[in-house]
């Protein structure tokens, strides 16, 4: 069990006497426990109020600790807004990245002597750098997600459609204890390949083709996510060629990743290696249309993001993803993603499955 209280105290530092409203789930969740759809926490210098639904009353009150939990009939805002202006509260920052209007709305119209000050990414960058426990969460979700990825591809079989293999992918990380996927999973075959995020057809993988599998599942909250490639029947010079430069791309950013090295560095190693390699007389850094990595944790994409332009760096504890990728319109596409967590001395790649192309 997480320590929900030394997380509020860290965010309470960060705020200096201000007092904050939290919208975001995940971040109500990774500060009090609170899993439900629908809520609306308040951390003010001196006590930390959870507003939710009468669907909530026993899930609240048995995931949270430490804090007050008011259960609202329907909209729990307006026991929100009361709360502030009870507390005679002067400001109140929000979440601006997170915030919808009408909320936004509500709250200015409910409020009119307190002001509501922009805030952005604050629990966010708390979350960037995860605790040992939230590191082996991590791992589990990796592994339960390879071992999903291996089940599905020792059945491929003549006739599957893209949406069979995702179908399967998605049915056996819940059957190995999944709350679900982590985001809609990819199957693209062929030029569907060139596609960054396909969404699988109900096609059938065609036969020497390159196909990208991109999946991901959610286990006690926290994601994993794995690119891999298959191959059907031995592959071309073309595709041998392009798998190989963004395998070789992948592992000289992995290569990259330690504590203090900014996260466009990372992201530019990749880009370095592709440069070097044309396929049918394209450069492939040109096709390479998406940042290296991101974050993953909570949510599938958290901070930090490594890409063009981030002089973000990295630090022990953060989990991001590596996973450049190519992709030639009507040819094929081809992508490799890894779950790396940065370590004291370099990373640790917590993905174990095989990055080499499988041939079925
Ligand atoms: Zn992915
Ligand atoms: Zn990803």
Redesign the pocket.
Known sequence: MPDHSDRLARLRRRLRGRSMYVSALPNIRYLTGFTGSAGHLLVAPDETTLFTDGRYRLQASEQTQGIDVEIASGDSRPALAKRVVALRLRRLSFEANRLDYDTYAFLDGSLPICRLDPLRSVVETMRMRKSPAEIEAIRSSVELNSKAFEDVCARIGPGWTESLVAAELEFAMRRLGAEGAA?PT?VASGTHGALPHAEPRARQLREKSLVVV???AILDGYCS???RMIALGHPDETQTKLFHAVLEAQVAAIDAICPGVECRTVDNRARQVLRMTTVEGIRLDTKFSHSTGHGVGLEIHEGPRVAPRQRRRLETGMVV?V?PGVYLEGLAGARI?DVVVVTETGCEVLTRTSRELRVL
């Open positions: 985001f990819i991109d999946q991901g996510d794995m690119t993803t996973e993603e």
